[in-house]
């Protein structure tokens, strides 16, 4: 079972996007990512920047042809430190409907 662990560099809207689609593949392209993100190259570069130096993602830049091509992929601590995030999000929203069915006094 998966501890519930609220994540601030995770929560950002972006980061969770990025975050949440790289829990969903091995490796993801970088075009891939930018496009399915709709981030700009500089923007993407600096939010996988952020998550690999917290341990979170890592990169890997490679050759195809001429072109230089790179890919990213949640580390164990980045799918744990996901895992976590979405498991104290899920126990927010527990307390919330919880809260919201009860009467008030």
């Given at each position: 079972?998966?501890?519930?662990?609220?994540?601030?560099?995770?929560?950002?809207?972006?980061?969770?996007?990025?975050?949440?689609?790289?829990?969903?593949?091995d490796?993801?392209?970088?075009?891939?990512?930018?496009?399915?993100?709709?981030?700009?190259?500089?923007?993407?570069?600096?939010?996988?920047?952020?998550?690999?130096?917290?341990?979170?993602?890592?990169?890997?830049?490679?050759?195809?042809?001429?072109?230089r091509?790179?890919?990213?992929?949640?580390?164990?601590?980045?799918?744990d430190?996901?895992?976590?995030?979405?498991?104290?999000?899920?126990?927010?929203?527990?307390?919330?409907?919880?809260?919201?069915?009860?009467?008030?006094?």
């Amino acid at each position: 079972m998966t501890k519930a662990r609220f994540d601030e560099l995770i929560h950002p809207s972006t980061r969770l996007s990025l975050v949440a689609t790289l829990a969903a593949a091995d490796w993801a392209e970088f075009a891939f990512l930018k496009d399915r993100l709709g981030l700009s190259d500089s923007a993407l570069s600096k939010q996988l920047t952020t998550l690999e130096e917290a341990g979170y993602v890592t990169t890997e830049r490679r050759l195809s042809g001429s072109r230089r091509k790179v890919r990213a992929r949640l580390t164990g601590a980045g799918r744990d430190a996901f895992d976590g995030h979405i498991a104290a999000l899920r126990d927010i929203i527990a307390d919330a409907a919880t809260s919201s069915e009860s009467p008030p006094v």
